[in-house]
């Protein structure tokens, strides 16, 4: 019987000058990079034909109104979509502790967006649950790979959730990481 050997962590976490930076690439799902790919491409023929019938106003009489309703649906989904394949593609989530300041940066290429959180207010950093609760919106993206996350923390009163698609053991690395860098007390709750 062959031994198996520990794999590789995907993550790195290193101590900058501007403190500490972990990141965190995206985990792929062929699956669902193989389906969205095939996807969009139905999408753009929907949306290239329905726009088209519009513009040439060969709607059927009455339709318009249900045409533009199901266009803007139609790419409002496409979009979503779009976004879930790019983040398989190319996506990575950044965490940065630098001085009072906590931030996670989600990008995909070099674009991407920050949330800034203030380490004072922060509490209980930890490994939250790795499940996905279907009526849980952030939650329920995690199929996609875009929503929710593994590592939790409390700030004020609402709790937030970083780290999509890492490993229990992964997202460890990362907790610990962060409460050897920072002083995040723990919950006050009870």
């Not at 290239?48 to 709607?59: F, H, Y």
Request: hydrophobic residues 45%; contains cysteine; positive net charge.
């Amino acid at each position: 019987m062959a031994k198996r050997q520990p794999a590789d962590s995907r993550i790195t976490i290193a101590d900058t000058s501007q403190g500490l930076r972990i990141v965190m690439p995206c985990r792929r799902s062929w699956l669902v990079i193989c389906f969205l790919g095939f996807w969009i491409c139905g999408w753009g023929v929907g949306e290239i034909m329905v726009t088209r019938q519009l513009l040439n106003g060969d709607a059927p009489p009455g339709g318009e109104v249900f045409m533009l309703t199901w266009l803007g649906v139609w790419t409002v989904g496409g979009v979503f979509a779009i976004y879930a394949w790019l983040w398989q593609m190319m996506g990575k989530e950044i965490l940065t502790v630098q001085g009072q300041t906590f931030t996670t940066r989600r990008n995909i290429g070099e674009f991407g967006f920050d949330k800034e959180y203030d380490l004072v207010q922060m509490r209980d950093v930890r490994v939250g649950d790795l499940g996905v609760n279907p009526f849980d919106f952030s939650s329920s993206l995690q199929l996609w790979g875009i929503g929710g996350g593994v590592i939790v923390f409390d700030y004020g009163a609402r709790t937030h959730r970083f780290g999509v698609g890492l490993d229990e053991a992964e997202a460890k690395q990362i907790v610990t990481a962060v409460k050897q860098r920072s002083r995040i007390p723990e919950s006050t709750r009870t």
